[in-house]
């Protein structure tokens, strides 16, 4: 697997969905990436018309457009305006505005509002054609006037030029968009269809036996565009639906930060705006929003994610600071001295914009047969035509309307890009968001997947493991671990935090001269007059104690030791049910650690029944090698994990995640963020993938075979116009619905 390009900008965005990008030294360097959001598709054959528009535009060089979510990102080759490519856009016939929430959420709903209105309009005056073409039906021959007939055709004719001129709109501009570029779209049959049997109807209706005949066809005409309508709009809906879960999770992650300003007043403030020198303050439990140094204090910061070490590290006034590493000690003040896209929010949202604008493999290679497709579908109809010519003449002009219409490819464009986006909608409401929806395909074959141990299978606390008394008689450790406890309320210490959370209605206790040094610990004054410390062996209780490893925590009275107190690694509680899922998926699952080989197989251990095959004292190359192994006995690998040294693993296997709150390198090199922290959305996420390829195959299988059925029936002469009309927009529906299953 390879990853992403350029997904990281290494400035601040600029407003309108403009970001800086860096493209490897190799390629020719790009001066920004615009992102825009595109309405008015309404086939994959529109992305091509819009990639030629905006490839046009001076200093682009690249264009890419996913008609399925319905996003276009732009490469510069030297710095460019938004404007520009929005114009090109609105030129060739669609319209565009910058990928930011609100502007996009206004589209949607002027487009959404204007497609209901000319679906409205086709069915009304639908309708009403209906009803004056019914006599005609029903009556038998020579019952009907030929004045009344001719009365009644011009009521028809009349009704139909609003939905020709109007809510048939859509197909002739996409039709004439198509040939204007020297493509072949799936509106040009279309719109040949309509208007040939509009003239023909005309003719008809105005040259009663001229060279049109008698028959009109104002009624399949009408129905045939209002079923074509209500289709396109209810795919519109999905694919509205989709873009405003995504929307939805982007926004729910924070990118702010409490910027101090020279009066001394603290001002929030989006990370964007943070510059070399800016002072903020970062809350206990907020990570650190740009690299910088420590001003004042102290604190504890959890680094897991960049070095895989399970402890949270000190850190004093002067002491570097990474962005994207977690306060777990107590509120400080820090100077930014590098700024950028490190934030998790930009690597989440660069990632999802990056697999919104791809088109999955399968939808590729469906848009290459469509174009091919679509010129046979009307040299059949011209075929069909000029054959049923000389059978029946009268039959020719609705026998070649039949087959325009009934053999447009929109099911099968539909097939790969509708179900991918709606599962896609799907794990982001899991937490889960996909950077590459081609993903989505080696998810579902994968048999091993390969886990990384701190902070991956555990979390960023810790809990406390066991007690151990020293002098103290046993009946007295309880009373032992309040007094610690009732110490350790008074830090923010990591271990503290998780000594007061394991002795919960621990008593408050009055401490005289309470005081924390940091690297050491706690002392406090009780009412009697004795000296308890709680911290370090050495610094607790001299020499009374013999250091442990395993005791993190040592309490002392009066210089001596009294109680002990060792920590694990905090599992995430749905780690076990989640391997316990995988395995019942056929998925094997193996823990790879650079921690301890012991401390590894202890974790491993705990976990059970469930336990997992385990490598500890693993290095990136060790991680490398193991997952080269796997797939060179015929495997597809997944990899979990969240650090630096995670990186190169993530973008060897066939598929990746990356933990919401791991590393820049993990993030960008994953093809999926799981951004609430939950394993739980890894083994859902592999079950939609499979869910989801099932579906596609349904969907190439339905839209291959109602082709298969309906042109025959259509070349025979057995399927009117209205018929085709409505069996192409129920497949289009069948296969959107089919997709939509996915999304609940």
């Excluded at 396109?232 to 992650?253: D, F, G, N, P, S």
């Excluded at 970062?282 to 204090?297: H, K, M, N």
């Excluded at 699952?589 to 012991?598: C, F, H, K, T």
């Excluded at 590894?600 to 500890?616: K, S």
Aim: charged content about 20%.
């Amino acid at each position: 697997m390879t990853p992403p390009a350029a997904v990281l900008p290494a400035e601040p965005a600029p407003a309108g969905g403009e970001t800086p990008s860096h493209a490897p030294a190799s390629e020719p360097t790009a001066a920004g990436q615009s992102t825009l959001r595109i309405s008015g598709m309404y086939c994959a054959a529109c992305a091509g018309v819009i990639e030629a528009a905006l490839r046009q535009v001076d200093g682009v060089a690249e264009a890419r457009v996913s008609a399925a979510a319905e996003r276009a990102t732009v490469r510069w080759e030297r710095r460019g305006q938004p404007a520009a490519l929005i114009a090109a856009v609105r030129r060739a016939g669609y319209d565009a505005a910058p990928d930011a929430a609100a502007p996009a959420r206004a589209l949607r709903r002027a487009e959404s509002r204007q497609a209901l209105w000319r679906l409205f309009v086709a069915w009304f005056c639908m309708m009403q054609v209906m009803m004056l073409a019914w006599p005609s039906y029903v009556a038998a021959p020579g019952e009907l006037p030929d004045d009344l007939r001719q009365l009644l055709n011009w009521g028809a004719w009349v009704l139909s030029l609003p939905v020709v001129w109007w809510s048939a709109a859509p197909f002739f501009a996409g039709a004439w968009r198509s040939l204007r570029t020297r493509r072949i779209g799936m509106d040009v049959p279309v719109a040949i269809g309509v208007a040939v049997t509009f003239v023909a109807s005309t003719g008809a209706t105005f040259a009663p036996g001229g060279a049109f005949g008698h028959e009109v066809y104002f009624d399949s005409l009408t129905m045939f565009v209002a079923f074509l309508l209500a289709g396109r709009w209810l795919e519109m809906r999905a694919r509205h639906r989709a873009a405003a879960t995504l929307e939805t999770a982007l926004a729910a992650v924070p990118r702010s930060a409490r910027r101090l300003g020279d009066d001394g007043s603290v001002q929030r403030v989006d990370v964007d705006t943070l510059r070399p020198g800016d002072v903020v303050q970062v809350p206990l439990g907020e990570a650190f929003p740009a690299d910088g140094v420590l001003l004042d204090g102290s604190t504890a910061v959890d680094e897991a994610l960049l070095t895989g070490e399970s402890t949270p590290q000190a850190r004093g006034g002067g002491d570097a600071l990474v962005a994207g590493s977690v306060n777990v000690g107590a509120p400080v003040t820090m100077r930014v001295e590098r700024v950028g896209a490190d934030t998790r929010y930009e690597a989440i949202v660069a990632l999802m914009q990056q697999a919104l604008t791809q088109r999955p493999a399968l939808a590729r290679a469906a848009d290459r047969w469509a174009v091919p497709f679509l010129w046979a579908v009307l040299l059949l109809a011209a075929g069909a035509a000029a054959a049923w010519s000389l059978v029946d003449p009268s039959r020719a002009l609705w026998v070649a309307v039949s087959v325009l219409i009934v053999t447009c490819p929109c099911a099968l464009s539909l097939a790969a890009p509708s179900a991918m986006t709606a599962a896609a909608g799907a794990l982001a409401r899991d937490g889960v968001l996909l950077a590459r929806l081609d993903a989505l395909e080696p998810l579902a074959q994968v048999r091993c997947l390969f886990v990384d141990k701190t902070g991956t299978l555990t979390e960023d606390r810790l809990q406390l493991s066991g007690v151990r008394l020293h002098g103290a008689d046993r009946g007295e450790a309880r009373a032992l671990q309040r007094v610690a406890a009732s110490l350790a309320a008074h830090s923010t210490h990591p271990l503290s935090r998780a000594l007061a959370e394991a002795t919960p209605g621990a008593p408050s206790q009055t401490w005289h001269g309470l005081r924390e040094l940091p690297g050491q610990g706690l002392e406090g004054v009780d009412a009697d007059g004795r000296v308890w410390r709680l911290g370090r062996a050495g610094w607790a209780a001299g020499h009374d104690v013999v250091p442990d490893e395993a005791l993190r925590l040592v309490l002392g009275l009066d210089g001596r030791a009294v109680a002990g107190f060792a920590f694990d690694e905090r599992l995430r509680p749905d780690a076990a049910d989640t391997l316990r899922q995988l395995r019942a998926q056929g998925v094997e699952v193996r823990l790879l650690s650079g921690d301890a080989p012991q401390r590894v197989a202890v974790l491993a251990a705990r976990l059970g029944a469930e336990a997992p095959a385990v490598q500890g004292a693993a290095t990136p190359e060790d991680k490398l090698a193991a997952v080269r192994a796997a797939q060179a006995g015929g495997a597809r690998v997944a990899m979990v994990g969240d650090g630096v040294n995670d990186a190169p693993v993530l973008a060897q296997a066939d598929v990746s995640f990356a933990m919401g709150q791991g590393a820049l390198a993990a993030r960008a090199a994953a093809d999926a963020i799981v951004v609430g922290n939950r394993l739980a959305g890894i083994a859902r996420a592999r079950a939609l993938a499979r869910r989801t390829m099932r579906v596609v195959r349904q969907n190439i299988v339905w839209a291959a075979t109602y082709n298969a059925v309906c042109i025959p029936l259509a070349l025979t002469g057995w399927l009117p116009p209205w018929a085709a009309g409505l069996g192409m927009a129920l497949s289009s529906l069948l296969v959107v619905g089919n997709s939509m299953r996915l999304a609940r």
